[in-house]
């Protein structure tokens, strides 16, 4: 019964995030994911991946996005485009999917008692190796994000060295706060800025 | 219905909710909030059968590379969303697309 009401609860906060107009709300609803499919990685006996679900999923990822809303700045909402026909279809498909598979499931065996560490550095030891390369990459990959800020706040500078006479001239070197405005209008290039 | 089967519905049905999310997005990051639904989804039914089958630390494992990767994607993601916001001045799908011809 508590599976099922988790299950439930998943789905709908899964589709909360998916048609949800504001970035901020969407990515609480995501949060709320991770943290149910924690919940019920907890409930088949898998409290390891549970505890990093909750704490990957729920926690860092979730942290992330609201760090990069803050530097996009939360745009307006856009209005969500109900395509009832798309919707139809695809929960007919997984319907359907779901129905077909989950009879051919096999009957459940004993799970053997075997320690996850031994898993992943004797069974999976090469995967292990892939994964510290991807963990590099996204290190890179937070280093990109951060430097975007250090670009906005030397794109402004520019233009305030540019424009003296409307600006007073002791601002390019105070390295100036970030805010919204700075973020340039659309279209509006950052490689056509002189720098 | 035993748990580990609605468990395992449930999981096609978070696939398809994010895989709907996927196809009516119009934004880069609410395409990324869409992808990570499917993986936890498909994360979801890796354990699920590595639990029925008996090899739970197997399908533990197995979702933990799934975890890593997701989170290096989203990462990867929210980076170029970010750089592309300070180039275009838009995460919307249909204007970056006009403003790059």
């Known amino acids: 019964m508590l599976t099922a009401i988790l299950v439930i609860l998943t789905v709908f906060c899964a589709l909360f995030a998916v048609v949800s107009t504001r970035l901020l709300h969407a990515t609480l609803w995501l949060a709320a994911v991770s943290a149910l499919v924690g ?12 505890v990093i679900e909750l704490s990957v999923g729920a926690g860092l990822v979730t942290v992330l996005m609201v760090f990069a809303i803050t530097m996009i700045g939360d745009p307006p909402a856009t209005p969500y485009v109900s395509r009832r026909t798309l919707f139809i279809f695809v929960v007919l498909a997984m319907t359907m999917i779901a129905g077909m598979t989950v009879n051919s499931l096999p009957a459940p065996h004993d799970v053997v008692a075997e320690p996850l560490a031994a898993v992943l550095w004797n069974v999976r030891g090469l995967d292990m190796a892939a994964q510290i390369v991807l963990i590099f990459a996204g290190v890179m990959g937070v280093l990109g994000l951060l430097s975007v800020s250090d670009d906005i706040v030397r794109v402004r500078a520019s233009r305030v060295a540019h424009h003296p006479t409307t600006t007073d001239t002791t601002h390019v070197t105070a390295a100036p706060e970030i805010d919204n405005s700075m973020i340039p209008a659309p ?3 950052l490689e056509k800025e002189p720098v | 219905m035993p748990p580990v089967h609605m468990l395992f519905v449930g999981a096609w049905f978070l696939l398809g909710t994010g895989l709907y999310g996927l196809m009516i997005a119009r934004n880069v990051l609410k395409a990324v909030i869409a992808l990570q639904i499917m993986v936890k989804a498909a994360m979801l039914i890796l354990v699920v059968a590595g639990a029925q089958t008996g090899q739970l630390a197997l399908g533990q494992s197995l979702g933990i590379t799934v975890i890593v990767a997701d989170t290096m994607a989203v990462v990867i993601g929210l980076a170029m ?4 916001n300070a180039s275009v001045g838009t995460l919307e799908l249909d204007d970056i697309i006009e403003a790059e011809g």
Request: glycine content about 6%; aromatic content about 10%.
């Open chain 1, 39 to 50: 919940l019920l990685l907890y409930q088949l006996g898998a409290w390891e991946i549970a």
């Open chain 1, 187 to 189: 279209l509006d290039r």
């Open chain 2, 81 to 84: 969303a970010v750089r592309l």
